[in-house]
């Protein structure tokens, strides 16, 4: 399952009553059309609109959360190293809009975010070091087998669901691999 359609998934469980979820996608990032294919036929499926909102600069993403918090429920951010750079400015304007979030890694729940869901960074830097070991012994990089995350982690923030009046369902504080108090 695409990783974004799962964010979906989760975030309306969080939030059972949702009849819109936002996507905030970077344009410029090739990660864009596949997060929003994934996205869109996760909502159908869950019966919700989805919105998509663009944003490749900080004022882009604040307009973004000004605008769809008049539109969403909940709001995706889709992984992109350009929002992984402004972890600590996104947290903020969802928290001011008070539109709820899923990010795509725990530093966003650590940083006061609702909830994460995405691969283990730790897993995806030992694949890493595996494939860095066969190439120094000798393996053609073009022969080796392009592989997916495999363990995926979620992390959910009990303080700001507080602050944002949302209930955190047993099925997700129980599978959650970070809670934070």
């Known amino acids: 399952m695409q990783v974004t359609a799962k964010r979906l998934e989760l975030l309306c469980e969080l939030l059972p009553d949702a009849r819109a979820i936002g996507?905030?996608?970077?344009?410029?990032?090739?990660?864009?059309?596949?997060?929003?294919?994934?996205?869109?036929?996760?909502?159908?499926?869950?019966?919700?609109?989805?919105?998509?909102?663009?944003?490749?600069?900080?004022?882009?993403?604040?307009a973004a959360f000004s605008t769809a918090v008049a539109k969403v429920q909940g709001m995706i951010v889709s992984a992109d190293p350009f929002f992984d750079t402004q972890r600590e400015r996104l947290v903020e304007v969802a928290a001011w809009e008070k539109l709820?979030?899923?990010?795509?890694?725990?530093?966003?729940?650590?940083?006061?975010?609702?909830?994460?869901?995405?691969?283990?960074l730790a897993d995806v830097y030992r694949q890493m070091g595996l494939y860095a070991g066969k190439i120094l012994k000798g393996a053609k990089p073009s022969e080796l087998p392009v592989e997916?995350?495999?363990?995926?982690?979620?992390?959910?923030?009990?303080?700001?669901?507080?602050?944002?009046?949302?209930s955190i369902p047993a099925s997700l504080s129980f599978t959650a691999d970070v809670v934070i108090d």
């Open 148 to 166: 997916q995350p495999t363990k995926f982690r979620m992390a959910i923030n009990l303080k700001t669901a507080r602050q944002l009046g949302i």
């Open 23 to 62: 996507l905030l996608v970077n344009p410029k990032s090739p990660t864009a059309e596949p997060s929003i294919r994934g996205a869109a036929a996760a909502a159908r499926a869950k019966n919700v609109q989805l919105s998509v909102f663009n944003a490749s600069t900080v004022s882009e993403i604040e």
């Open 100 to 120: 709820p979030s899923i990010y795509f890694e725990d530093e966003f729940p650590n940083a006061g975010g609702l909830i994460s869901y995405g691969s283990s």
